[in-house]
T-cell receptor
Framework: DADVTQTPRNRITKTGKRIMLECSQT?????MYWYRQDPGLGLRLIYYSFDVKDINKGEISDGYSVSRQAQAKFSLSLESAIPNQTALYFC?????????????FGPGTRLTVL | GENVEQHPSTLSVQEGDSAVIKCTYSDSASNYFPWYKQELGKRPQLIID?????GEKKDQRIAVTLNKTAKHFSLHITETQPEDSAVYFCAANDYKLSFGAGTTVTVRA
């Protein structure tokens, strides 16, 4: 089945370390997103990309950067991790066509910054 | 940008009763309103959606209503079952999705 995958699934790191979270998809979708989930705050958009040459900041991009290496791959980096970046991170994809924007989520990466 | 507010944050219902979750949005350009369900330890998944040219949509025990004038939309779950226990997110789409903070629904047996 076409799917969205994330690596790693869990990561514990220390303050100041550089971390990369990776997302791959076999759905053939053009649009990819990175979200952060915190209890009581829902899903907040970090970055999104509508195609390989398009990168856009979301509502909470400070402290994060992304790379769209190919249509199927979208990576999120924390250049210098800090404890308040401890959260559950989701990658998602959606198709370009139509007026729906149904998003398909990966399984999530649980990141702990000590 | 779009701002979506969702209420209540937690909801406990007796099995067989109905559950209602309400959301408001701020951007009149938003044209698509999905609802996602996230079971414990799982990824969010779409359960139902509605477009701005439709007032109501139903799928078995789940229904959504949309009032564009008032900028609010609601999710209704009837005859709740234990498997309905989850976190539910509403969202509004202009060119990207903005999510509400989520509602934790607990169905008591």
């Amino acid at each position: 089945d076409a799917d969205v995958t994330q690596t790693p699934r869990n990561r514990i790191t220390k303050t100041g370390k550089r971390i990369m979270l990776e997302c791959s998809q076999t759905k053939g979708h053009d649009r990819m997103y990175w979200y952060r989930q915190d209890p009581g705050l829902g899903l907040r958009l970090i970055y999104y990309s509508f195609d390989v040459k398009d990168i856009n900041k979301g509502e909470i991009s400070d402290g994060y950067s992304v790379s769209r290496q190919a249509q199927a791959k979208f990576s999120l980096s924390l250049e210098s991790a800090i404890p308040n970046q401890t959260a559950l991170y989701f990658c998602a994809t959606s198709d370009l066509g139509g007026d729906r924007n149904e998003q398909f989520f990966g399984p999530g990466t649980r990141l702990t910054v000590l | 940008g779009e701002n979506v507010e969702q209420h209540p944050s937690t909801l406990s219902v007796q099995e067989g009763d109905s559950a209602v979750i309400k959301c408001t949005y701020s951007d009149s350009a938003s044209n698509y309103f999905p609802w996602y369900k996230q079971e414990l330890g799982k990824r969010p998944q779409l359960i139902i959606d509605i477009r701005s040219n439709v007032g109501e949509k139903k799928d078995q025990r789940i229904a959504v209503t949309l009032n564009k004038t008032a900028k609010h939309f609601s999710l209704h779950i009837t005859e709740t079952q234990p498997e309905d226990s989850a976190v539910y997110f509403c969202a509004a789409n202009d060119y990207k999705l903005s999510f509400g903070a989520g509602t934790t629904v607990t169905v008591r047996a």
